[in-house]
Nanobody
Framework: QVQLVESGGGLVQAGGSLRLSCAAS????????MGWFRQAPGKDREFVAA????????YYTDSVKGRFTISRDNAKQMVYLQMDTLKPEDTAVYYC??????????????????WGQGTQVTVSS
């Protein structure tokens, strides 16, 4: 089992930056692919980014490529999402997720086994 707790959300103006953090507990963390999803009001939860267990591979949804960066520190059991050049359409609840069997290309929710409680990101125009 892996427990995930997100932090770092908040209110930021368009063009600004935020860094989300995900603290993980559990012995299988270093074996998991880790990812970030987001859910805007009235919309389905969508894939944002993922990173392999080693950190050597990453994958992003097109709308955040070049603006967001996912990283991990296995020694600290942490996952990060650096979000730059934020846009109002990035406003959503952001969720950290872990998968024992998936890869960075696992963009469907059912491919992810562990979920955090979410952190709100609001980007004002």
């Amino acid at each position: 089992q892996v427990q995930l707790v997100e932090s770092g959300g908040g209110l930021v103006q368009a063009g600004g930056s935020l860094r989300l953090s995900c603290a993980a507990s559990g012995r299988t963390f270093s074996s998991c692919a880790m990812g970030w999803f987001r859910q805007a009001p009235g919309k389905d939860r969508e894939f944002v980014a993922a990173i392999s267990w080693s950190g050597s591979n990453t994958y992003y949804t097109d709308s955040v490529k070049g603006r967001f960066t996912i990283s991990r520190d296995n020694a600290k059991q942490m996952v990060y999402l650096q979000m730059d050049t934020l846009k109002p359409e990035d406003t959503a609840v952001y969720y950290c997720a872990g998968s024992l069997t998936g890869s960075v290309y696992s963009t469907k929710m059912y491919e992810w086994h562990y979920w955090g409680q979410g952190t709100q990101v609001t980007v004002s125009s």
